[in-house]
């Protein structure tokens, strides 16, 4: 068993302008987590983003949706981690991954940053720690580097949409396993889920 998750982190851009962009599926997994378990977020200028918090099994939990640009990130998350004294080991970010065909959807601790900006800011004002946890949605990858840029800031087609949703939707199946700390049984479950594309 690993530690318990004490902070849920969604990364994306701010502005109406992004919400339907690759960059932001991060964010609509968190919003959708926070649906599902009834809570509401505010708005906390100290933490540069948007928190909410619940209980699960007497621990409090809470959500961040930063304010920051995707690159900055990092900006967000140190301070309500420094704040509250939560640990690398104990956040999970979820956020867009080029290197997973839209469809999957994987679990993962720690490890390498796949030259990803958001992931690199964290890891930078986290005093250099990757040991945070990562929900990667996939969003396919354009197949040229100098296209990355369009790709994850192109708005969703609806059908890529509604597959990537149905990831989300697995997710959250599995995320009392790694809220508990029980990452192997949460990877095994998820790790194997596929959605083809019709």
Known sequence: MSLPLKLIVGIGNPGEQYARTRHN?????VSRFAE???????????????????????????????NTYMNESGKSVAAIARFFKI??????????????ATGLIRFKQGGGLAG????????????GSQAF??????VGHPGDKSEVTGHVLGKVAASDESIINECIEEALRYMPRAIAGD????????????????
């Open 87 to 100: 640990e690398p080991e104990e956040i999970l970010v979820a956020h867009d991954e080029l290197d997973l």
């Open 116 to 127: 990803h900006n958001g992931l690199r800011d964290i890891t930078q004002r986290l005093g």
């Open 25 to 29: 599926v991060g964010v609509w997994f």
């Open 183 to 198: 990452w192997e049984n949460a990877m095994n479950q998820l790790n194997g889920f596929k959605i083809e594309p019709s």
């Open 36 to 66: 599902q378990q009834g809570v509401t977020f505010s708005e906390q200028k100290k933490f540069f983003g948007r928190v909410a918090s619940l209980f699960v099994d007497g621990q409090e939990i809470r959500l961040l949706l930063p």
């Open 133 to 138: 946890n990562r929900l990667r949605i996939g």
